[in-house]
């Protein structure tokens, strides 16, 4: 760890979903590693090891689309803080890879459950204890699909587009009351999510790689470290940005990702 980020979130409070894997776990060892005390949550929460970090994580397994979920995470907040929570990392998510023609109404229903409606459920449920403090970040994960079209992934787009909008709306309707409400959304990332698209089909990992203008996918950790940045002190004037962390993707015309004849 590097003095200039030490102590960063010491004594503070936060909220991750998603945790178990990829950016949600990258977020919740950065958060660990920087003083927080943690509530993660995750349908599986077996990666997460406690002992690392003791009596500063609290894990709850299960869907963060029950309607308990919220409740049950505020619940554990107070055996961590007494109730106090700073920060919120609303990141599990899940993809959806079905042209319009052909998604079924259940699964339409199940991408928007868990990365539409849950996410603002629980915002609104860490919400309200923040407008009540008066401070608080909230972070959520959005997506090169929450600003862009995607082909046959009308779902997964129409989620993050959500999300993108969740995002600005809650930060205009809570800056008054000191909670500051920011978007990442990573390109091709590593990740649990992309490591059997990476192992499956090498040929289209490196073909997407290949128009990444850095020429290469993301790291989790690199997604984290730009969301821990956005709930920090350091971030402080810092809300409704909706921030591509995708090697310079969203800033390439797609018509130019065939190369033109130099001569
Ligand atoms: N990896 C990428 O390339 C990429 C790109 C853009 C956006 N994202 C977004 O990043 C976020 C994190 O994804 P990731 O890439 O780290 O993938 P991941 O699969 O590694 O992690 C997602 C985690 O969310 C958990 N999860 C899924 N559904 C859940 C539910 N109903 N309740 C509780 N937990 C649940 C999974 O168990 C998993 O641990 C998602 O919102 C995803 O849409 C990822």
Redesign the pocket.
Known sequence: MDDRTAGRYDGKVAVV??A?????RAITEQLLREGASVVA????VSALAADESPGRLVTVAG???ADDMPQRLLDAVVTLGGGRVDVLFN?????SARPALDIRPDEWRRVMD?NVDAAFRLATTVGRVMVDQGAGAILN?A??AGTHGLPSRVAYVVSKHAIVGMTRALAVEWGPSGVRVNAIC????E????ERLKRDSPDYWAAREAVVPLRRAGL?AEQASTALFLCSDEAAYISGMIAEVDGGTHALYAGYTVQRPTS
């Open positions: 979903t998603g178990g894997s990829g950016i949600g949550n995750d349908l599986d869907d963060v689309s990141n599990a998510g899940i993809g868990v994960t997506s090169v990573p390109g091709l990332t990740s649990g999510m992309s989790s």
